[in-house]
């Protein structure tokens, strides 16, 4: 079974009176515990496909499929909660809370979906990625690697089937790069995660099963496992 199937996604904006298309009949099929890089020029689509397929946005036309399980048309208050189970997410900018420390912003989560062992979980992801001494430094007190990598560890705390990162890595140093990509590979490898990452860089493309070609919102190359 497919741990994720997108069949024919279609994106569109309205924009003055003109409507423009961002992705254009766009499916693919995943396994589970792949590890799938989306590669492409900027604006080429990438993020609005990972926002598509993680439930942060909906498809203008087009259908979703997590386990067989359709999410298409899941009212928000059914997405969430399942989306904080299922999936987690980096962001090309952190998105960190301000007003909560790292510790705080990795347990919170986990303290959504009812997690009583929360601040332990944190607290071992922190260690795991060198923060601990700076746990409860606020964001605004963190260095970029030091955000995402707490970033990184939020998305883990809730043990997702499914991780996506928009360009995990593209301001960090080689590193922190290093770090952030060994922890990804670890959950896949701990726990068969499913990784769908962005990415700009050759050496992370390499390391992936698949890599997929966004060209002007369609793909242009690697659908087929
Ligand atoms: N909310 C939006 N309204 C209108 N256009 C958008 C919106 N979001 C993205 N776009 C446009 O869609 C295209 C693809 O954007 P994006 O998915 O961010 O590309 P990428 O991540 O590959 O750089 C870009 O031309 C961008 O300007
Ligand atoms: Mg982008």
New binding site residues.
Partial sequence: MMILDAQNLTRT?A?ENRE?T??NDVSLSVFPGEFLVIQ????????????LLSGLDRPTSGRIFIRNREITHLSEDEMAPFRNRTFGFVFQSFHLVPALNALENVMFPAELSGNRHAREKAEALLGRVGLTARRHHFPHQLSGGEKQRAAICRALVNEPDILFA??PTGNLDTENSGAILSLLLDLRKERGATLIL?THSAEIAAMADRRLV?RD?EIADGTTP
Avoid: A, C
Wanted: net charge negative; hydrophobic share 35%.
């Fill in positions: 904006y924009l423009i961002i992705l492409g020029n900027s604006g080429s689509g990438k993020t609005t496909l990972l926002t928009d360009e962005v966004l919102g």
